[in-house]
């Protein structure tokens, strides 16, 4: 049992007049501000995110929030939170710290600012590459609205955050259990009752401890079957409650979510000290700067028992003498509100507005407790209970606590036969010392007309430059255009909405806009719409004049006409290819092949064509890509991983554009046997969409050779191939998608190779 502040009669006695001559003489107290709607913390699910894309993987210390403050044109760091849950919303789950659709963006709508213009964005590079999202705040009860944009980034560490709105101390602390704000301290006792609260003098209290306890009282009977199906009558109180485990934590800068986990255990005599015991129940509270809210729609009592009475409330502190209690339905009679000093308060009104939001508030010098609660229609009965008295309880239950009664605030439902569960929840504001009623009225008009939101993807990123694009004579007035095409957003999204191709005989020179502003505009009509992401695009220019060098351009911009920057030019003219070399040699990874053309006309490309022996055919076994029509030297390799053994022949068939083609001369290489197995790294890695992976099998593999992608669960997502071991070089590759021909995933994967007796795996990873 606590003793915080000790009285002596005659100082009580005294006090007690003092405060009546207050009560009948000055009027009501001095009001503070008004609490405003940006005390209120904000949530938004990740599924509000219409392309979630945007986020799908990142880290969540890579999402950040900025408002924007339109008089100076400037961004602010919005601190936040995001609460990792799992797909039935429990943020106790394990947690991956990756932002998935099934987690929880929370803030402090103090934060929100300005409409940001469409162009404007942080000062973070990398930011660009991603869209913004713009979260609306909107609040029906002032009429405004206000923003917050969250953003991607890939280098976090550009800001310095050290916000922390709440802090939870643990079992390392002097004080376990405990939660601490700017405004308010709050802790728990063993059993995880709240125990103590004092508003902190930052906030403008006095920092003691205003809270005796936290309580809760179930009366009814209980029908043993043990005992013959007799009843008894069970009294339950707080002390009655014992932790079924400790509570999980959730430690955030936002807020701490913690889940109280309890049972309730009650002696019976009649059963020779044996208790009834209920089922694990939890209680979530949430734990913000300003407030805690809680609720809990598991707590119940067994199928055997029935109540009559159900109450929760809070019992204050001596130190919460002179403090003064408010609730809507004493306001006529009690403008002024009712002292709280341990003396009996008869003739209060204590029915509630049930269903619906009900508030009451504790204020004075010590600071201000101001409680919403909107509360189901339980039993037969609904009431306020208010109980300021120096015996203690009123409803029949035992008195529990310090010294009474000191404005125990809170609820009680009437039976009887109250069975099944008891959804009891409440949220609790923390405010300074002498707050006036009407801010109660403020707060519940917060909680009846909650901020509206909404989430909007700006799209203010143009696609890709595009940097492979390539020019070839396909005949003599046509030249092929062909280049990789861009997303909507960089290189992700979906396809790009427009092209823009423009060509002259003059190169670009340092500035390319001089160049962009003069050149002629390719026309088709209709003009080619741009392909997914990622996929070749080709484009036939006709009309052209023989033996000429042209200088082609393209820009691509996607639906709101956000536009790429120019792609760098490609040239494409008429002149004979002349091939000056053509080698083959072996290396560790399998044969290399080079050549060199001193000028090229109309050159499709090469395609590279190999055979064993003299009695096999030629097999094509690759393309390059030629110049198309240059007179610059030009070098070609293509590296072959034959799984064959001994002297291979190649040679290249080149291709005109027209289609006519001429081989080369023949060129050997000797392959011998590798020496060990080896399994190499896959390149590129990460990767997307496709990635490679060579391996090489000596002359002593036996048995099978099978290579096979497998998830970090051990799970085979796609076997490569499987055949027997013969020895060689090879090359395989994979395009991300199971044997089932569906792409997998982002994330790490395994791939193993085994031959005979023995295994080979690496890691790798793809990137969406």
């Known amino acids: 049992m606590k003793l915080k502040t000790i009285f002596s009669k005659t100082a009580l006695m005294a006090g007690i007049l003092s405060m009546l001559v207050i009560k009948l003489m000055a009027g009501p107290p001095p009001p503070t501000a008004k609490p405003k709607r940006t005390f209120s913390p904000v949530e938004i699910p990740a599924s509000s995110f219409s392309d979630f894309d945007t986020?799908?993987?990142?880290?969540?210390?890579?999402?950040?929030?900025?408002?924007?403050?339109?008089?100076?044109?400037?961004?602010?760091?919005?601190?936040?939170?995001?609460?990792?849950?799992?797909?039935?919303?429990?943020?106790?789950?394990?947690?991956?710290?990756?932002?998935?659709?099934?987690?929880?963006?929370?803030?402090?709508?103090?934060?929100?600012?300005?409409?940001?213009?469409?162009?404007?964005?942080?000062?973070?590079?990398?930011?660009?590459?991603?869209?913004?999202?713009?979260?609306?705040?909107?609040?029906?009860?002032?009429?405004?609205?206000?923003?917050?944009?969250?953003?991607?980034?890939?280098?976090?560490?550009?800001?310095?955050?050290?916000?922390?709105?709440?802090?939870?101390?643990?079992?390392?602390?002097?004080?376990?259990?405990?939660?601490?704000?700017?405004?308010?301290?709050?802790?728990?006792?063993?059993?995880?009752?709240?125990?103590?609260?004092?508003?902190?003098?930052?906030?403008?209290?006095?920092?003691?401890?205003?809270?005796?306890?936290?309580?809760?009282?179930?009366?009814?009977?209980?029908?043993?079957?043990?005992?013959?199906?007799?009843?008894?009558?069970?009294?339950?109180?707080?002390?009655?409650?014992?932790?079924?485990?400790?509570p999980d934590i959730v430690d955030g800068k936002i807020r701490v979510i913690r889940r109280w986990n309890i049972k309730i255990s009650y002696p019976v005599p009649e059963l020779g000290g044996q208790k009834i015991e209920t089922d694990p129940s939890s209680f979530t509270f949430k734990y913000y700067s300003y407030s805690s809210d809680f609720g809990s729609d598991t707590f119940s009592m067994p199928d055997y028992v029935t109540l009559d009475l159900v109450r929760m409330s809070f019992d204050l502190d001596p130190t919460?003498?002179?403090?003064?209690?408010?609730?809507?339905?004493?306001?006529?009679?009690?403008?002024?509100?009712?002292?709280?000093?341990?003396?009996?308060?008869?003739?209060?009104?204590?029915?509630?507005?049930?269903?619906?939001?009900?508030?009451?508030?504790?204020?004075?010098?010590?600071?201000?407790?101001?409680?919403?609660?909107?509360?189901?229609?339980?039993?037969?009965?609904?009431?306020?209970?208010?109980?300021?008295?120096?015996?203690?309880?009123?409803?029949?239950?035992?008195?529990?606590?310090?010294?009474?009664?000191?404005?125990?605030?809170?609820?009680?439902?009437?039976?009887?036969?109250?069975?099944?569960?008891?959804?009891?929840?409440?949220?609790?504001?923390?405010?300074?010392?002498?707050?006036?009623?009407?801010?109660?009225?403020?707060?519940?008009?917060?909680?009846?007309?909650?901020?509206?939101?909404?989430?909007?993807?700006?799209?203010t990123i143009p696609p890709a430059i595009i940097t492979d694009l390539t020019a070839y004579n396909v005949t003599d007035s046509t030249i092929a255009l062909n280049w990789t095409a861009p997303g909507d957003d960089g290189m992700t999204g979906g396809p790009a909405s427009h092209y823009i191709f423009r060509y002259n005989t003059v190169p670009p020179g340092e500035n390319i806009w001089d160049?962009?502003?003069?050149?002629?505009?390719?026309?088709?009509?209709?003009?080619?719409?741009?392909?997914?992401?990622?996929?070749?695009?080709?484009?036939?220019?006709?009309?052209?004049?023989?033996?000429?060098?042209?200088?082609?351009?393209?820009?691509?911009?996607?639906?709101?006409?956000?536009?790429?920057?120019?792609?760098?030019a490609s040239l494409g003219t008429t002149t004979p290819v002349e091939l000056s070399s053509f080698t083959a040699s072996t290396s560790q990874n399998g044969v290399l092949l080079e050549w060199t053309t001193a000028s090229e006309t109309n050159n499709l490309g090469f395609e590279i064509e190999r055979k064993l022996q003299k009695k096999d055919t030629w097999q094509k076994i690759g393309f390059v890509r030629g110049a198309g029509t240059t007179n610059e030297e030009k070098n070609y390799t293509f590296r072959d991983s034959p799984d064959q053994i001994g002297t291979l022949n190649y040679r290249l068939k080149q291709i005109d554009t027209d289609g006519k083609f001429e081989y080369s001369q023949i060129m050997s290489a000797k392959v011998e046997a590798p020496s060990r197995f080896y399994l190499a790294q896959n390149f590129p890695n990460p990767f997307n969409p496709t990635t490679t992976i060579h391996f090489q099998l000596p002359s002593s593999a036996s048995g099978t050779m099978e290579l096979a992608v497998f998830d970090l669960l051990g799970r085979k997502v796609r076997t490569l191939a499987n055949k027997p071991a013969t020895p060689g070089f090879y090359q395989m590759e994979w395009d991300g998608r199971d044997d089932e021909g569906l792409q997998v995933s982002s994330g790490v994967y395994i791939y193993v190779l085994r031959a005979g007796k023995l295994a080979f795996s690496k890691k790798m990873v793809k990137l969406q």
């Open 515 to 568: 160049w962009w502003s003069d050149p002629t505009t390719v026309t088709f009509s209709p003009m080619p719409k741009p392909l997914a992401p990622g996929q070749k695009d080709t484009l036939y220019v006709e009309g052209l004049q023989k033996n000429v060098t042209y200088y082609f351009v393209i820009r691509t911009g996607d639906e709101i006409i956000n536009w790429a920057y120019p792609s760098q």
């Open 55 to 246: 986020f799908d993987g990142a880290a969540l210390k890579n999402v950040v929030l900025f408002s924007y403050d339109a008089d100076s044109s400037k961004w602010h760091y919005v601190p936040s939170q995001i609460d990792d849950r799992d797909e039935d919303g429990d943020y106790f789950a394990d947690r991956d710290s990756v932002f998935e659709t099934t987690d929880e963006l929370v803030f402090m709508a103090i934060a929100a600012g300005d409409l940001a213009p469409l162009d404007a964005w942080i000062d973070e590079p990398t930011s660009k590459n991603y869209p913004r999202y713009q979260i609306t705040l909107t609040d029906d009860v002032s009429e405004k609205t206000n923003y917050v944009y969250v953003f991607r980034t890939d280098d976090p560490m550009f800001f310095n955050d050290t916000t922390d709105y709440v802090q939870y101390f643990g079992s390392s602390d002097p004080r376990p259990d405990r939660v601490l704000t700017d405004n308010y301290e709050l802790s728990h006792d063993n059993e995880g009752l709240w125990t103590n609260l004092n508003i902190r003098p930052a906030a403008g209290g006095t920092g003691e401890d205003i809270l005796d306890r936290m309580k809760l009282r179930l009366k009814g009977k209980a029908k043993i079957e043990e005992l013959g199906g007799i009843e008894i009558t069970l009294d339950v109180n707080e002390s009655h409650i014992i932790k079924d485990k400790p």
């Open 320 to 459: 919460a003498y002179g403090m003064l209690m408010f609730a809507p339905n004493i306001l006529t009679e009690y403008q002024f509100g009712v002292f709280i000093d341990n003396q009996d308060d008869l003739g209060i009104p204590r029915n509630l507005d049930i269903p619906g939001w009900n508030w009451w508030m504790q204020t004075g010098k010590p600071g201000t407790i101001i409680t919403q609660s909107y509360l189901p229609e339980i039993g037969s009965k609904q009431y306020l209970y208010y109980k300021d008295s120096p015996n203690g309880t009123n409803d029949g239950t035992s008195d529990t606590g310090y010294d009474g009664s000191w404005g125990d605030t809170g609820v009680k439902f009437l039976g009887p036969g109250i069975t099944g569960a008891i959804p009891l929840s409440a949220q609790l504001f923390f405010f300074g010392p002498d707050i006036s009623a009407d801010s109660a009225e403020v707060v519940r008009s917060f909680m009846e007309n909650p901020l509206k939101t909404g989430v909007v993807q700006n799209d």
